[in-house]
């Protein structure tokens, strides 16, 4: 088990590596998981075309949405803390995981854009030989009630979206964003892919799982209520400046969110999120499914 400070594209990181083999790298900067190889192979998507550092979102990995989701508010898009280069590492470990934990504490510049006082702790551990999680603490250190909207915005590195099956979330209502947050229920059986998806799935279970060929990831959430499901498809692709063309095909967006309804903290008291990747056999995890189990 190790974990090692280091460096890439310009830009200070942490690599977490595993006994097994996995291994994690997660920029200080935004606090962002870039990437997670499992079973040899890398499971998360960054754009050959992503801008690393100098107050931009890096497109891929896990940017961390907080305080804000989206355009749900008069914040930056996604909130301010996937651009900031004020998270420091708080701590690292080895035993009994590879583990980083980042901080992230309110300032003139965040008061200046979010008037409360906030303490953000995010942790990422390789917590098996197939498996990372990932937790947001959010602590209100002021005196009124804090509220947020915020998610963990995974890119899953796919082979073809077209190809991918998504289990978890049949019979459930969620707002499409393609079509002004109308409200739609989610036809029973598997989900796949065709052209530009947008939604916010409400009140998600814990469990889904995406399937892509031989290899699927099991996807449990904790603390979040929904789930964010996004590719911009390949008609709109064009209008992301940082996703070359053709990448649109190799990325998925599924993401823990406390999208639909803003959490709220008390005074004094913390909130934290989650979530959990594992590495499954495709089929395995097909058959389960299929058996209800
Ligand atoms: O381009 P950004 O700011 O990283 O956002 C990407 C996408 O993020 C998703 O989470 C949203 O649901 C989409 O509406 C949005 O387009």
Redesign the pocket.
């Known amino acids: 088990m190790k974990v090692e400070q280091t460096s890439r594209n310009g830009l200070p990181a942490v690599l977490l590596t595993h006994a097994s083999g996995s291994s994690a790298l997660i920029y200080i900067y935004a606090a962002h998981l870039a990437s997670w190889v499992c079973g040899g192979a890398e499971r998360l998507f960054v754009s050959s075309t992503a801008e690393y550092g100098g107050g931009k979102?890096i497109?891929g990995g896990v940017?961390v949405c907080w305080p804000q989701f989206?355009g749900r508010g008069a914040l930056p898009?996604?909130g301010f803390v996937r651009t900031s280069d004020k998270w420091r590492v708080l701590r690292t470990s080895t035993e009994p995981y590879p583990c980083v934990v980042l901080e992230l504490v309110d300032d003139d510049e965040t008061r200046r854009l979010f008037p409360q006082p906030f303490k953000l702790q995010y942790s990422v551990t390789l917590d098996g030989p197939s498996s990372i999680s990932m937790a947001l603490s959010v602590l209100n250190t002021g005196t009124e009630p804090l509220s947020f909207t915020a998610?963990l915005?995974t890119y899953f590195r796919v082979a073809d979206v077209r190809g991918v099956s998504l289990h978890g979330l049949g019979g459930l209502r969620y707002e499409d964003?393609t079509r002004a947050n109308a409200v739609e229920t989610q036809p029973e059986g598997p989900l796949s892919i065709a052209g530009e998806v947008?939604r916010v799935y409400l009140d998600a279970p814990a469990e889904a799982h995406i399937v892509d060929g031989a290899s699927a990831i099991k996807v449990l959430k904790l603390g979040f209520p929904d789930a964010?499901l996004?590719n911009?498809g390949e008609r709109a692709a064009g209008g992301?400046k940082d996703l070359a063309p053709g990448e649109w095909q190799h990325y998925l967006?599924y993401?823990a969110g406390a999208v639909a309804k803003p959490a709220t903290v008390p005074a004094s008291a913390s909130w934290t999120g989650g979530q959990t990747f594992s590495c499954v056999d495709a089929c395995d995890a097909l058959g389960k499914l299929s058996l209800g189990k």
Do not use: F, L, M, Q
């Open positions: 979102a497109r940017p989206a898009k996604h998610a915005h964003n947008d964010v996004w911009i992301i967006c993401e």
